[in-house]
């Protein structure tokens, strides 16, 4: 099993829609997670920190779920700018423990 | 303020030549990292350092070197290109060391390489 898994998309919605990202992890130890974006051809940008406690951002609301070792994204109200590669990120601890999942495309239609 | 830089932002090697790509901060980060990131693939750590003089090895480390004389920037060398080496290479800074809820690393824009 991979150490963090995501569902490769893509994701086609159309604007206004909600949509929602998974990512699992392997290791129980994990400790932090986060979500990036990344555009296609740039670099990934920091997104949101995912709490234990779950955690809003406008439209952006992550939560974390350590009984099933998953972590999870949730866009409201989609917009066109929304469109891009959402990367998920686990550390289990140390440099060489932060993981980068392979991403999932998200495709927002007019 | 321009955050992270590298150069070049595109090159194509042959087999066997050697090069350096270049990153610069200018947010006084002590920690900076090297990614290479392919498709199909997450973001693999390449090396990593944790403070001006400083070093480490990350997950793939075999076939590149690293420096960090200035606290501002990391260099990636090249020795002898290989075509496995073809990749998108990214670098990236943070405050803080990773692990807290509150890391956030910073990345350069990627540098496109091309091993023929």
């Known amino acids: 099993r991979k150490e963090v898994e995501q569902d490769p998309g893509p994701f086609n919605v159309p604007e206004g829609a909600t949509v929602a990202f998974n990512c699992t992890y392997s290791n129980s130890a994990s400790q932090s997670f986060f979500w990036y974006r990344q555009d296609c051809r740039k670099e990934p940008k920091l997104l949101m920190s995912?709490?234990?406690s779950g955690n809003e951002d406008g439209r952006f609301t992550a939560q974390l779920n350590r009984a099933s070792q998953y972590i999870s994204l949730l866009i409201r109200d989609s917009k066109l700018s929304d469109s891009a590669t959402y990367l998920c990120?686990?550390?289990?601890?140390?440099?060489?423990?932060?993981?980068f999942g392979t991403g999932t495309k998200l495709q927002v239609i007019p | 303020n321009a955050g992270v830089t590298q150069t070049p932002k595109f090159r194509v090697l042959k087999t066997g030549q050697s090069m350096t790509l270049l990153c610069a901060q200018d947010?006084?980060?002590?920690?900076m990292y090297w990614y290479r990131q392919d498709p199909g693939m997450g973001l693999r750590l390449i090396h990593y350092?944790?403070?001006?003089?400083?070093?480490a090895k990350g997950e793939v480390p075999d076939g590149y070197n690293v420096s960090r004389l200035k606290k501002q920037n990391f260099l990636l060398g090249l020795e002898s290109a290989a075509p496995s080496q073809t990749s998108v290479y990214f670098c990236a800074s943070s405050y803080s060391p990773p692990g807290g809820v509150y890391n956030e690393q910073f990345f350069g824009p990627g540098t496109r390489l091309t091993v023929l």
């Open positions: 947010m006084n980060h002590e920690y």
């Open positions: 350092s944790v403070g001006e003089g400083t070093t």
């Open positions: 995912v709490y234990s």
């Open positions: 990120v686990v550390n289990s601890g140390g440099y060489q423990k932060v993981t």
